[in-house]
């Protein structure tokens, strides 16, 4: 069990879905670092389930309910992941969300790159909004 890392756990918002995601906790707070305040991170993050496909806002605060568990978890039990980019609402003063993609580990390389590239080609949502409720606009790709 030695390749086995620190692991949040966290399950898709998708009420059809709600795939258990296990993220590591040293990477997933690499990606989520506000440049501007480091070693800070954002407090939430857009995460894009590699099941689905869908993208909902998830909170990384250890109080917040969206971190279901934690637990040491091996490489194929747990996810992939990588920031794609910055999510905006139309407020100057609000923090943005930084969008991570996700996929499984437990897949082929050439697997997790068609997980990948369906993830680009499925990157969108309906309802997501920055932390204070402003709708995030679409078209910022
Ligand atoms: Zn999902
Ligand atoms: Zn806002």
Avoid at 4 to 32: G, M, Q, T
Avoid at 40 to 54: E, G, N, R, T, W
Avoid at 116 to 140: D, F, M
Wanted: proline fraction near 9%; charge should be neutral.
């Amino acid at each position: 069990m030695t390749d086995s890392v620190r692991c949040w756990r966290f399950a898709c918002k998708n009420p059809r879905c709600k795939l258990d995601i296990w993220l590591p906790e040293d990477e997933l707070s690499r990606l989520a670092l506000d440049p501007e305040n480091p070693p800070d991170v954002y407090p939430s993050i857009a995460l894009q389930c590699h099941y689905c496909k869908q993208i909902h806002r998830y909170s990384l605060l250890p109080s917040s309910s969206d971190r279901i568990g934690e637990d040491l978890v091996s490489p194929d039990h747990r996810e992939g992941l990588d920031f794609v980019f910055l999510l905006r609402c139309r407020e100057v003063y609000c923090r943005p969300l930084p969008l991570i993609e996700t996929w499984s580990n437990a897949k082929s390389a050439e697997g997790q790159y068609a997980v990948r590239l369906a993830n680009a080609q499925h990157r969108k949502w309906e309802s997501l909004t920055c932390v204070k409720g402003h709708p995030i606009p679409y078209q910022q790709m």
